[in-house]
T-cell receptor, first 118, second 108 residues
């Protein structure tokens, strides 16, 4: 148990569907992240929120829409996805976002949400 | 692109000590070095972090030479359950970037 909870763990959706992934952290952190991990590829940073403000959008297509209503919750809204978007989507949090590993800013990951687009 | 270089894969046997070395020639003065472990179908898990010299916790040791251009993660007496991907991270400007990691396979 890392203190970062993601739901659902598994999601199958059609290309015309709209769904959302949810993440909640119980660590009192101020920064939250979405990462994407495709088969046999490195983790790709998608979005970063620091104190509820989006500080990073790593050239992610607009069919992925993040939402951070407060420092403890992060959503990833999905619409008109493509089969190549099928992947493991990981949420993470850290004390704050300095953009570096300075001062030991450790990232804590959730278990991930497996997304399959059919 | 990640600023770290690690072996793509390693094999070892149960009970052995495993050392995984990471090169980070362009590490910045303020950057810490952090290692994560990832099991299949799970998110990465923090293992250990250090700035210089040696750090040890209940899971692993981290050796960092004086020039900080490399680091070595040492796993004592590995078991089958240590089979995972191990990632070495340093700061990457405004982004925290994961490389491909080292796929460690422990054999019985």
């Amino acid at each position: 148990e890392t203190g970062v909870t993601q739901t659902p763990r598994h999601l199958v959706m059609g290309m015309t569907n709209k769904k959302s992934l949810k993440c909640e952290q119980h660590l009192g952190h101020n920064a939250m992240y979405w990462y994407k991990q495709s088969a046999k590829k490195p983790l790709e940073l998608m979005f970063v929120y620091n104190f509820k403000e989006q500080t990073e959008n790593n050239s992610v297509p607009s069919r992925f829409s993040p939402e951070c209503p407060n420092s403890s919750h992060l959503f990833l809204h999905l619409h008109t996805l493509q089969p190549e978007d099928s992947a493991l989507y990981l949420c993470a949090s850290s004390q704050d976002y300095s953009g570096t590993q300075s001062s030991g800013n450790t990232i804590y990951f959730g278990e991930g949400s497996w997304l399959t687009v059919v | 692109l990640a600023k770290t270089t690690q072996p793509i894969s390693m094999d070892s046997y149960e009970g052995q000590e495993v050392n995984i070395t990471c090169s980070h020639n362009n590490i910045a003065t303020n950057d810490y070095i952090t290692w994560y472990q990832q099991f299949p179908s799970q998110g990465p898990r923090f293992i250990i972090q250090g700035y210089k010299t040696k750090v040890t916790n209940e899971v692993a040791s981290l050796f960092i030479p004086a020039d900080r251009k490399s680091s070595t993660l040492s796993l004592p007496r590995v078991s089958l359950s240590d089979t995972a991907v191990y990632y070495c991270l340093v700061g990457e400007g405004d982004k925290i970037i994961f490389g491909k990691g080292t796929r460690l396979h422990i054999l019985p």
